[in-house]
């Protein structure tokens, strides 16, 4: 096993301690038990626009970090559970749903009812959720960390990505913030993906407040220009960690349930691979945490587009 770097310094205000502060005003946030936090693994959390490729991008960073050597678990936070079809090539039973079969009895559940191995070793989980206007997506969540825990899975695991349902709506799908070391958040370059780029970073820091997350930067995905996330980067202090281009290829190897490492050896596909695997190796070389302060909505507006 490859050394990780360690990323979890104290924050004020730690999950537990008594000095716990709000996650902000009107917040009715239910807070991690301490005996679910996730040890020993990095953990990454990814949030973006939805549409924006976010699950495209998960995948192939998943598959990255095995190339790597790491031992890696992706976790799909989506009732559409469409996460990890590109590493497993087909879509895979959901966490809630194996569990209704068996009345919620987690104690008749192995792994093989709801781990599946992908492209290069990535052992996949998909949460799914609940039917459309009923249930928590964050109660999915939390009972499939406490499943992969009661399983000894995230022990067995280097790093843990969580793909997350696009843009933070409720304190249920920012959930894995409380697990998380690192942040990342997949935009394009325009004004729609920026505006729920900083909603998301509103989103974190307030989780930060209270546990161990901070933002590791942004990757700009479908963007031969990033003209317009420099401007909001520079403004709030963010980094760009990698950009990928409007690439047909990326595209069709959606369609073809592929990552991008099975897409063929032609020099722009391999350098759409190169990418991803030096974004792995950036971030398991160990990110700054940076905390970045959002934007109101109406300054934002203005800061976007051109003269």
Request: hydrophobic share 40%.
């Amino acid at each position: 096993m490859t050394a990780l770097p360690t990323l979890n310094t104290p924050a004020p205000g730690r999950a537990g301690s008594r000095d716990q502060v709000g996650d902000g005003e009107g917040s009715l946030q239910v807070h991690m038990d301490e005996k679910d936090r996730i040890e020993g693994a990095l953990v990454l959390a990814v949030y973006g626009k939805g549409g924006i490729g976010k699950s495209t991008t998960t995948s192939n960073l998943s598959a990255a970090l095995a190339l790597e050597g790491m031992r890696v678990l992706q976790v799909g936070c989506d009732p559409k559970h469409d996460s990890t079809f590109s590493l497993t090539k087909e879509m895979i039973p959901t966490v809630i749903d194996t569990l209704a079969e068996v009345d919620f009895h987690t104690e008749e559940l192995r792994p093989d009812d709801f781990v599946y191995e992908g492209f290069g070793g990535v052992m996949c989980v998909e949460t799914g959720g609940p039917p459309a206007g009923t249930g928590c997506g964050g109660y999915v969540v939390g009972q499939t960390v406490k499943l992969l825990k009661q399983h000894h899975l995230f022990e067995e695991s280097d790093v843990v990505l969580f793909d997350v349902l696009g843009d933070v709506v409720c304190g249920g799908f920012a959930a894995p913030l409380q697990h998380a070391d690192r942040a990342l958040i997949v935009t394009a370059n325009d004004f729609d993906s920026i505006f729920a780029m900083n909603r998301i970073v509103s989103a974190i820091k307030a989780k930060a407040k209270n546990y161990d997350v901070r933002l590791g930067g942004v990757v700009a995905n479908r963007s031969a220009e990033t003209d317009q996330i420099d401007k909001f980067t520079e403004r709030v202090g963010l980094k760009m960690v990698a950009q990928l281009p409007d690439l047909d290829a990326i595209r069709r190897s959606r369609l073809q349930k592929r990552t991008m490492f099975e897409m063929g050896d032609e020099p722009e596909v391999v350098a759409v691979q190169e990418t991803y695997r030096s974004l792995a190796r950036t971030l398991l070389a160990g990110t700054e945490g940076l905390s970045p302060d959002p934007m109101e909505d109406n300054d934002l507006f203005n800061l976007l587009g051109y003269d």
